[in-house]
Every structure is written in structure tokens, then in C-alpha cells.
């Protein structure tokens, strides 16, 4: 075992080393050689026996905020060794990385954009602190701007059943269009991204019912042109598409996170920042507090209760299971269901997954094996998702009780690796384990599983990068991460659905024998950003949003949904 332990620990170190020269181009870095030098210190030291984090930078701080940039600082970290270098992000993206000797960054930003920035401190050995708070900017315009785009013309709309496509000619702006919202009766219902986007698809509609479109541009400063003149059509008698009908089923004022349906229908779901679970009444939307998880909190991030999960055979294993964040780690429990309560004390099956600020993963899913898989965040440490030795940046496969299965391919319960921060899986008809992992800053990714295999991150993100590295598993499909930042994926009928935050947006692409095709989305803009997304009881969806206080652990200051998709074809 030693020798084992020895010979994947030499292997780890030098796939690390083989990266450390491309880990800036990959992972977007604001670039200089002595970000390029802190990323190939820590590689270089991360066979080291240090295993004790540096404490977490203090006293983060902004200067000179311009529309282009930003003078980012903190106080100092302390470490048993020494600190090697600080990592820079803004809201779970990394931006730059400098020595440690420095206290400081010049940032590049975008106008108009808010970010939240903060730093991790990071030693030789790769171990890596919690994050700094968090510093909130609002960076100004380059330039006044008070004239609107010019209204969209030539706008149409088109009925398919219950679905109608609206589309129209792109307009013109002084400075630049950034996106169109729809009007369905004069209320915005969605909205679509950049200055040629020309068309948008309403879903869900009543069937031999009379609507009206407008369509009208906006531009980077919220100018918004005058409504197009208004067109009507018409929907048919049935639903002839993918996506029937969405209802709001009831709002939440915490984050619904993690969700799974018992199989009377009833559904629990999770309040991510009060760390509580709730059990969802289909039918009335009534809802009753199960209790809150205990040891559960949160990161002043995206930690707090995550996944739920119960197994398919809920009669001989009535637990439910559930990832969340710990004050020293992110973990996995189980706790007894019975008679429609939560009882007794949660029995904890999984300890050790590195936490963060950002970057825990969460996602739970029993495969038909019955063994329950595992998504884990890779703690915003690339570097422990390529160490087999961690648990961070995988994807983990264990028995009910906690044990490794004795065909899990290390001998422990990592069963696939390299991954960036992972919060979708789901398994299709064939068995098949599909997982939707965030990329940083170029690409998102959707991943047939296999056993063993590596998915590249760090040095690969996507297909940007080290990606050709002998091993690699290359993604089934890609999204740009403007387009994407997607979260949870369910399996219906062989098709996969993807819920989408950045993208507030659902992609639904059609499994094959060799990947997913006819990719389309839905609900673009209509609901926000989308969180969760699973499969109903009555072959539907559940899917939940995320568009307030996701990313501050604060709780009860969101104002989200969960809502009800009915399915077509």
C-alpha cells in the first residue's frame, strides 16, 4: 500500500508539474510571470509532509477604482511554514494569483460590472486558507451614456402548440446593444444576451390562446429603447414541444438547494442558509419544517446544507441523505425518515472534503447500483483535484453505510477526478453517470463518467488548455460560461436537462450512444437565475432559482421559487 501510496502521490506531482505551465491560460489569470511563478511554487511544493492551511487573509480592501481597474489589498496571512503566494477571485472566478510577499493587486475590470472580490492565502505545499471577506464593488461606466438603443424591428411571432418563437432584427446603439427583453402582453418574460441576438422561444403558454409580443434593446447602462409595435399570435390546441407548462408551486425568502421526491410524491428540500429541511406538498404547496440539520453552517459564500438524496428503495433504507458544510469540513449524513419526520441523531458517513468560500460542490445522486455518488468542489484548490489523496474536485461513489466499494478503482471513495466544481449528476437509462461541472472563465462542462477517468482540471478547462494531457477525458459538450454557469442536471426520457445560474436560462440536449445532441433552451431569462433542477413523480421537473443572497450565507434574504415544469414530447 505504500508503495502504491508513493507511486500515485509521483504520478500526481508530475501531471501537477506538466501543468504549472499552462495554468494561466486556463484559468483566465490577469496575467503576470510572478502569478506564472506563484502557480509553479505551489506545484513544485506540493509533495511536501506540510499539511497545515495558512489562516485566512484579513483587512481586504479597495483603491482607486476606475472603470478599467482596481487596486485590490489585505493584511498578511500567518503560516507554519510560510506563505507562497495569495489567490485573487471575485465571486468563485480566479483573477490572479501574486507572491506572498505581496499584499496587493491591480485588478482588471468591467464597467458597470459587481463583483465581489476576496483572497486566499496559499503555502508551498499547496495547502490553501479560507477566504478573506468579501469586498463588494460597483465599477463605474467609462463614459455617460443617456441614449437608447433603436426599437427593434421586424419583429414576428410564431405558434408550435402551446409554444411560441419570437424574432426580430437586431437594433443599433451609440456605444453598443448587450441584450432584448420579450413582452408577452406588456409583462417582461425573458430576456436574451448580446447585440445580434435575434430571436427568443416563450413556453409553457394556455392552449388556443391570444398573445401580443413587444420586443425592445437595452444597452450596457440600462438604456432600454421603446417597445416594438406589438405583433399577435395565436397558440394551438395542444403542446407540441418539449416544455408544456411551468407553475410556481411556492416562493422561498432562503435558498432551496438540494431536492429529491419520496416516492408518495412529497418532496423535501433544503434551506441552504437556515439549514433546514422542509417537506413540499405537491398538490397544496403547504409547507413543514422538518428541522435543521446539525453542525450544518455556512462559508459566507455557497456552503450550508447542499444535496439530498434518498434511495430508490426507500422502504428498507429510509434515510435521508444529505451534504453539508461544516465548521472544519463539507461532509456527508444520513437521517432517519420516519412517519414523515426526521428523527434521531444524523449518522455521519463521510468526513474530509475540503470547504470554502466557494467551490463545494454538493450534488447527491444514488445510482442504479445503489451505491450514492458524491460532487465535490475542488475547495478553490486546483491542484487537489488532480490528488487522489483528496477528496476535493471529484466525483465520489460510496456505500449507504459510508464503506468504500470494494470496485471502486483506488481503493477509496474517489471514483473520478479532476474536476473544477461540480453540482450536477444524473444517470440515464443505460446507467450512465452525467455530471455538469462550472468552468472558471472560458468554458462549462457536461461529462460522461467514467470510472477512474480524469477530467483534466487544472490544466485543462473544457477544451482550453493542456487538454491533449494522455489520460484526459474530454467533455461530452461544452458552454461559455457567460451562456452557462450551470448547476443541476436531471435525466427525463433520455433527454438531459441542465438549469443554468449566469445563464438563467435551461438547456435540454437529447442522449445518444455517443454524447448529446439537438441542444435547445428554454425559460431563457424567464425566471432568472436556476439553481436545481429534478425529475417529478409524474415524469415532470422540479426546478428551483437562485437570484438573491446566493452568495453571502446569510439567511432568509433571497426571494426564490420552486416551480413545477410539465413535459411534452
Keep these: 500500500m505504500r508503495d502504491l501510496l508513493a507511486t500515485r502521490k509521483s504520478t500526481a506531482f508530475r501531471r501537477r508539474l506538466r501543468a504549472a505551465a499552462v495554468v494561466l491560460s486556463v484559468l483566465g489569470v490577469v496575467g503576470s510571470t510572478s502569478a506564472a511563478d506563484g502557480a509553479t511554487q505551489r506545484l513544485l511544493g506540493a509533495g511536501t509532509d506540510d499539511t497545515t492551511p495558512p489562516t485566512a487573509p484579513t483587512d481586504p480592501g479597495v483603491a482607486d477604482l476606475t472603470c ?31 507572491p506572498g510577499t505581496a499584499l496587493s493587486a491591480e485588478l482588471t475590470v468591467v464597467p458597470g460590472a459587481t463583483w465581489g472580490l476576496y483572497v486566499n492565502a496559499r503555502d508551498a505545499a499547496g495547502n490553501v486558507s479560507q477566504a478573506s471577506a468579501t469586498v463588494t464593488i460597483t465599477v463605474p461606466q467609462c463614459q455617460a451614456d443617456t441614449e437608447p438603443p433603436t426599437t427593434p424591428e ?31 402582453d406588456d409583462t417582461q418574460v425573458g430576456s436574451v444576451t448580446g447585440p445580434t441576438a435575434g430571436s427568443f422561444t416563450d413556453s409553457g403558454l394556455a392552449a388556443n390562446t391570444r398573445y401580443e409580443y413587444r420586443v425592445r434593446a437595452r444597452d450596457a447602462q440600462g438604456n432600454r429603447s421603446a417597445p416594438s409595435a406589438p405583433v399577435a399570435v395565436t397558440t394551438g390546441a395542444a403542446c407540441a414541444t418539449a416544455l408544456c407548462s411551468v407553475t410556481r408551486v411556492t416562493t422561498e425568502t432562503d435558498l432551496p ?27 397544496t404547496g403547504a409547507k413543514t419544517s422538518l428541522g435543521r440539520v446539525p453542525g450544518a453552517t455556512g462559508t459566507d459564500g455557497e456552503g450550508g446544507v447542499l444535496g439530498l438524496a434518498v434511495a430508490a428503495d426507500f422502504t428498507a433504507d429510509p434515510w435521508l441523505y444529505v451534504m453539508h458544510t461544516s465548521s472544519t469540513d463539507n461532509r456527508v449524513v444520513r437521517i432517519r425518515y420516519t412517519d414523515g419526520a426526521l428523527t434521531g441523531d444524523p449518522q455521519v458517513l463521510l468526513t474530509g472534503i475540503p470547504r470554502n468560500k466557494y467551490h463545494n460542490g454538493g450534488r447527491l445522486r444514488f445510482g442504479p447500483d445503489g451505491k450514492l455518488y458524491i460532487a465535490t468542489g475542488d475547495g478553490q484548490n486546483g491542484d487537489w483535484a488532480q490528488d487522489l489523496d483528496n477528496l476535493a474536485g471529484k466525483v465520489l461513489r460510496i456505500n449507504t453505510d459510508g464503506t468504500v466499494p470494494a470496485d471502486n478503482p483506488f481503493g477509496t471513495p474517489v471514483w ?64 461559455p460560461v457567460a451562456e452557462a454557469s450551470c448547476s443541476g442536471i436531471a435525466v427525463v426520457r433520455d433527454a438531459l436537462y441542465i438549469a443554468c445560474l449566469r445563464g438563467a436560462r435551461l438547456y435540454r440536449a437529447e442522449i445518444t450512444d455517443d454524447g448529446l445532441t439537438n441542444v435547445q433552451q428554454f425559460l431563457n431569462g424567464t425566471y432568472g437565475r436556476l439553481r436545481t433542477v429534478e425529475p417529478s413523480a409524474d415524469g415532470g421537473l422540479w426546478l428551483t432559482t437562485s437570484n438573491y ?6 439567511a432568509n434574504n433571497s426571494r426564490e421559487s420552486i416551480l413545477k415544469v410539465t413535459l411534452g414530447r
Aim: hydrophobic share 30%; aromatic share 12%.
Design 68 to 98: 478599467t481597474g482596481v487596486t485590490f489589498s489585505w493584511s498578511a496571512s500567518t503560516d507554519d511554514v510560510g506563505v507562497a503566494f495569495y489567490d485573487v477571485y471575485h465571486d468563485g472566478q480566479l483573477m490572479t494569483s501574486v
Design 154 to 184: 421586424g419583429v414576428t411571432a410564431t405558434a408550435s402548440g402551446t409554444t411560441v418563437t419570437v424574432r426580430w432584427s437586431p437594433s443599433t446603439d451609440d456605444v453598443g446593444v448587450t441584450g432584448y427583453e420579450v413582452l408577452r
Design 257 to 283: 438547494w438540494g431536492l429529491t421526491t419520496l416516492p408518495d410524491g412529497q418532496v423535501l428540500f433544503g434551506r441552504r442558509d437556515t439549514f433546514e429541511v422542509v417537506r413540499l406538498d405537491p398538490a
Design 416 to 479: 473520478s477526478y479532476g474536476h473544477r466544481n461540480p453540482q450536477g449528476l444524473a444517470f440515464d437509462s443505460r446507467g450512465r453517470l452525467w455530471e455538469q461541472e462550472f468552468g472558471n472563465s472560458v468554458m462549462d462542462e457536461t461529462n460522461l463518467i467514467v470510472r477512474g477517468g480524469n477530467y483534466g482540471w487544472p490544466a485543462c478547462e473544457g477544451t482550453r488548455g493542456s487538454c491533449d494531457e494522455p489520460g484526459f477525458v474530454a467533455p461530452a459538450h461544452t458552454y
Design 549 to 554: 443572497g446566493d452568495k453571502d450565507s446569510i
